[in-house]
């Protein structure tokens, strides 16, 4: 690039480019981009990891990252929108869809939001992911995070719209809907019905892992009746010795295990295991045993966080983590009602939620049973012919279905 | 008069039919057919149907209305009667909704007092599920006809528990068939017609529908459904219990609840009432919804504001409303407003509507 232009000049210099002058003297100079790009191997992923499927994953550098989109979609309509966010960082900001295939308002959406930051410095995608999603006040991510490349060309296909930063080895997916939280890219991998039959899994425990701990302190606190005699000798007998109401000691596990998690993930790996040996046998066993909480509840409140580790997307687990504790404050107040009551603020606002514009409940409500196809079961691939709705794709069809079927007859 | 509403804020006509369904569908479930069996005991499924019949009559009656105005009740009443008369029509159907709430919203607890907490505090339990209502309601009316949405499909799975009755049934309970005269017929049917009652805000969201002429069907298909429902629960009821013991039980439906008997769960009317948090959510939103809604057509205010008036309101009314007798008269009070209202009122004003269209026609 040839330029005269001073600025242009510096801003290009401390990016990492060349200045060639031919005279000393010369006020035109010729740029040449040679920036030396130290960036991380590209390695398998971590949080997303998969037992089968490819196992590349994104790295800090978004020439890197775009390398390994484009690789997947070798096609001319893949678009690359890029912005320079940040007046201190200048962090480079590529916003890719599919021409044809995404929606207009959608793109507009996303160009107009990330085209609109205005922040002294970018660090990472979750900064972006913050600041453009539709209501920053929820527990709830808007936009799905990958660390998968084969996620995100997966999505591209369908409609949606990814942001990738430079620095960044997470990808942002929107608009998308809570279901989509629970799908494993691994899903695709095996067969559907194995898929379905996970999926519906995960669903569960989640719903477990929020209710468990609230109906045990409801039912312990007020409605006794609930639990048939037999069960009740068992609980009776192994909370004889406790001192503490069902809500304290309840609150008090769930803090450990919250703790647990925390320093888990704070400490190196070494060391980490060591905390989870002292953390799950010794103070497990010695609260049992010193009687401080009852084993039953114990066994519940570790089943509840183990069932919040089966979310694919790390972020909604740590929603799910949070809203347990309203739900808890709340069984403890009215009971059941009180769990009840809980339920219809969290209705509310997932009703109330939108990502980019779209609902974010969807499919279920609104209600579009073509969406069903891969919301809480994964049907067959010859089944998903056709976009999501949720997407508004102008171009519906992946495929043909017909076309697929058409030399299929007996013995043909 | 087209009532002009934004197109990203309409809805899908096929969502008339859970609109329509959660509304009818309430507190009056739990304990419907004592009201119903007093009359014509074990010819009482008859009356569901009956009732259930001319609810669709009706529903016809406003879609002719409607389709005709392609607008609600409001304007329905301004071309009608002119703008001052016609208000002040609205206006008390404004009250006819804030009091439909009162009465749903203090009967759950009435509910809750009697059967899990007697002494709930109805104030705090009144404001905090306002609040969950204003949140809801604030979302607009997309949001209200979610938890419309969801307020019939989570606790659906409550109709199964309703067969486990059937272990004491006792078929013969049902004989002798059409053994009541048609005196007793209409005053179980006058009883039957209140656990309708709840179509009517059609009157008022119809604006608010895409489509609006093509939702007709769902509607009838929403009512169709109350009524199979109510069939259902009725049948279990008369062959569970003996005439005499249906007049002696207040609350039906909880009491047949507490024979479900599962390895880990006895009781279960306990969970039973407190899904029916989520049931009678759809209620009170809608209820809350239209009144606001028409207040702001009528008076030109903030529905924001509106709405916290009413919701304040409510919640100064349900405080008030100490005991049985009160609550009881309030219960009768509404629902005969109700009845008058689908059954005199809307055939009054279809006649009017249909007679000022026709002289303007002309002229």
Redesign the interface.
């Known amino acids: 690039m040839i330029t005269n232009d001073l600025e242009t000049i510096q801003k290009m210099m401390l990016t990492g480019s060349l200045l060639i002058r031919l005279k000393e003297d010369d006020n035109q100079g010729l740029l040449v981009k040679a920036e030396m790009n130290k960036a991380r191997e590209v390695t398998i992923p971590e949080e997303e990891f998969s037992v089968v499927g490819p196992k590349e994953s994104f790295v800090e550098s978004l020439t890197t990252n775009l390398n390994l989109v484009r690789k997947r979609l070798p096609i001319p309509q893949l678009e690359i929108k890029e912005f320079t966010v940040g007046t201190l960082s200048c962090t480079r900001v590529a916003v890719l869809y599919i021409s044809g295939i995404a929606n207009e308002e959608n793109i507009n959406t996303a160009l107009q939001r990330v085209g609109d930051l205005k922040y002294h410095q970018i660090l990472d995608s979750s900064y972006i992911a913050q600041m453009i999603s539709d209501n920053d006040n929820s527990p709830f991510p808007q936009l799905i995070d990958t660390e998968r490349p084969d996620r995100v060309a997966g999505v591209l296909a369908e409609g949606s719209i990814v942001i990738l930063v430079d620095g960044s080895p997470h990808a942002l997916i929107g608009p998308t809907t809570l279901v989509k939280f629970f799908s494993a890219l691994e899903d695709y991998f095996i067969n559907w019905q194995l898929a379905s039959v996970l999926r519906v899994i995960r669903l569960f425990a989640v719903s477990f892992s929020i209710l468990v701990t609230p109906v045990y302190v409801a039912v312990l606190n ?2 006794y ?4 005699k037999d ?1 009740m000798a068992t609980l009776v007998s192994s909370r004889s010795l406790i001192p503490l109401p069902p809500f304290l000691e309840a609150l008090i596990l769930e803090l450990t295990i919250e703790l647990l998690r925390e320093a888990g993930a704070r400490l190196p790996t070494k060391v980490g295991q060591t905390i989870g040996i002292v953390g799950g046998i010794v103070i497990g066993t010695a609260s049992v045993e010193a009687g401080l909480t009852s084993n039953v509840l114990l066994i519940i409140v570790a089943l509840a966080a183990l069932a919040s580790f089966t979310t694919p997307v790390y972020k909604m687990g740590n929603a799910i983590r949070l809203i347990r504790f309203p739900f808890l404050l709340l069984a403890e107040l ?4 009180g ?3 809980a ?3 969290l ?3 997932i ?2 939620l939108t990502s980019f514009g779209r609902p974010y ?1 969807e499919p ?4 579009r049973l073509e969406d069903l196809k891969d919301a809480f079961v994964r049907l067959p691939f010859k089944m998903q012919e056709k976009r999501p709705i949720e997407l508004q794709s102008p171009d519906t069809v992946m495929f043909s279905k017909r076309k697929a079927d058409e030399n299929k007859d007996i013995d043909e | 008069m087209k009532v002009p509403v934004k197109d990203q804020y309409l809805i899908n006509p096929s969502l008339v039919f859970f609109i329509v369904h959660s509304m009818q569908i309430g507190v009056g479930v739990l304990g419907f057919q004592r009201y119903v069996a007093i009359y014509t005991e074990q010819d009482s499924w008859i009356t569901v149907l009956i009732a259930g019949a001319t609810i669709h009559i009706v529903i016809w009656i406003m879609y002719k209305m409607l389709n005709k105005e392609q607008g609600d009740i409001i304007s329905i009443h301004e071309n009608v009667f002119g703008k001052w008369i016609g208000g002040l029509l609205s206006f008390l159907f404004m009250l006819y909704l804030i009091a439909l709430g009162i009465t749903i919203l203090r009967t759950f607890i009435e509910v809750l007092q009697v059967w899990m907490f007697p002494l709930m505090k109805t104030w705090t339990f009144s404001l905090v599920y306002l609040i969950a209502i204003y949140y809801i309601i604030a979302g607009g009316f997309r949001t209200v006809v979610g938890a419309c949405f969801l307020g019939v499909v989570i606790p659906f799975y409550l109709i199964f528990t309703f067969l486990a009755p059937l272990e004491f049934a006792n078929f013969r309970n049902l004989l002798p068939v059409f053994d009541h005269s048609i005196k007793e017929t209409l005053s179980s049917f006058k009883t039957m017609t209140l656990s309708y009652l709840g179509f009517e805000l059609l009157l008022v969201y119809y604006p608010f529908i895409k489509k609006p002429e093509t939702s007709q069907k769902w509607a009838h298909y929403g009512n169709l459904f109350t009524v199979i429902l109510y069939l259902y629960l009725m049948l279990i009821t008369l062959v569970y219990f003996t005439p005499e013991h249906l007049k002696r039980t207040i609350w039906a439906t909880l009491t047949m609840w507490k024979i479900i008997k599962f390895p880990f769960v006895e009781r279960f009317e306990y969970i039973g009432i407190a899904s029916w948090v989520v049931v009678i959510l759809p209620n009170l939103c809608l209820a809350f919804w239209a009144a606001s809604r028409t207040a702001k057509r009528l008076f030109n205010v903030k529905q924001k504001k509106v709405l916290i008036a009413i919701l304040t309101i409510t919640l100064i009314a349900n405080t008030l409303l100490r005991d049985r007798a009160s609550i009881d008269l309030l219960n009768s009070r509404v629902s005969k407003i109700g009845l008058y209202f689908i059954y005199g009122y809307i055939p009054f004003l279809f006649v009017c509507f249909s007679f000022i269209n026709k002289v303007r026609k002309k002229t």
Do not use: A, C, K, Q
């Open positions: 007020y409605h009746e609930l639990i048939p069960l009215w009971g059941l009602i769990i009840g009551i339920f219809i603020f209705m509310g606002h009703l109330r409940l279920i409500y609104p209600p």
